[in-house]
Nanobody
Framework: QVQLVESGGGLVQAGGSLRLSCVASGSILSISAMDWFRQAPGKQRELVAGTRSGGNTNYADSVKGRFTISRDNNKNTVYLQMNSLKPEDTGVYYC??????????????????WGQGTQVTVSS
């Protein structure tokens, strides 16, 4: 099993910055994907930014140029640096990881894992 612990959310004024962190722990063989999603009240959860083991990153159009995703593979940690925050960035931010874990002596399985979410509130 894999556990994800997020931190860094909070209340900030428009134009401010926050840095989210997500640490993955457990019997992890490898992590192929680490992403940040968010869900605003009354809206569906959406992908904010993602990073793959090869280094590729992708961003939602609404955050391009303002948010930066990065990962530390040695620490199984993904970060989301959020600058120039806007009120519409408000929501619960979730860490999502695709990780391989051992399920037998020589067998592994890839599964999706989600963090508990961290609240980001941007005031106008």
């Amino acid at each position: 099993q894999v556990q994800l612990v997020e931190s860094g959310g909070g209340l900030v004024q428009a134009g401010g910055s926050l840095r989210l962190s997500c640490v993955a722990s457990g019997s992890i063989l490898s992590i192929s994907a680490m992403d940040w999603f968010r869900q605003a009240p009354g809206k569906q959860r959406e992908l904010v930014a993602g990073t793959r083991s090869g280094g590729n990153t992708n961003y939602a159009d609404s955050v391009k140029g303002r948010f930066t995703i990065s990962r530390d593979n040695n620490k199984n940690t993904v970060y989301l640096q959020m600058n120039s925050l806007k009120p519409e960035d408000t929501g619960v931010y979730y860490c999502h990881v695709v990780a391989a874990t051992l399920v037998g002596p020589i067998t592994y399985r890839n599964n999706d894992y989600w963090g508990q979410g961290t609240q980001v509130t941007v005031s106008s």
